[in-house]
């Protein structure tokens, strides 16, 4: 399976941030891996603008959210099919800070994922458990409701990112054991085909040996895909296509 490295910038960047793909184009080009997939996905503001920019170029580009519906009275929203207009190519949907600061649930997530994929485009379905969901031992029960609630029945293709809401922005990560256990969990619940990433606290210094792990399929990168620096690495310590 091709491995899917991607970057959820959240709620940070600016035009003056082209800067920072521009310098991840140069880093790839030297190496042109065609074995893994790039992916950023910057605010809203700047899908269009850097999607024209490099339209051309080894990376792309998508929305960190999305509203079910194609269009109509929704004030501040944007549709999937908007950013397929511009040019996206996947949208990250139930984000564990989207769930948490605007009350998404499950089957939110599930009617914007099928929004996503009614547009054309690929979702990132993300699920995973708090500190204390993991401290109690309800890991895989959460993550296997999420799951059961969240992922649309299609024969298109799904990606889904498991981020441990305590790992997200914390340092901190589960023991490449637990990944492996919760991705082999993840791997028996999702269709064939499924590209399954692991979030929270990937960094230069963790990513060689999280990619490595059975069933972990990429990344979904915060903190460290905002700088070209941090995030090329990572990109390059996945293992190729398998
Ligand atoms: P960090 O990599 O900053 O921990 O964020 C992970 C994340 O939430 C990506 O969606």
Redo the contacts with the bound molecule.
Sequence with gaps: MKPLIAG?W?MNGLSASIAEIQSLIEKLSGSAPEDRDVLICPPATLVAHFAKEFSDEAIQFGGQDCHENEGGAHTGDISAEMLADVGAGYV?VG???RRADHGETDAAVNAKAQAVLRAGLTPII?VGETEAERKAGEAETVVGAQLKGSLPSTESELVV?Y?PVW????GLTPTLEDIEDMHGFIRAKTPTGTRLLY????KPGNAKDILSIDNVNGA??????LKADDFYPIVMAAPGGR
């Design positions: 959820n959240k990250i984000h564990s800070e993300c990112a981020e790992a997200i922005g914390t979030g929270g606290s990937v979904l990168v915060g903190g460290a895909s």
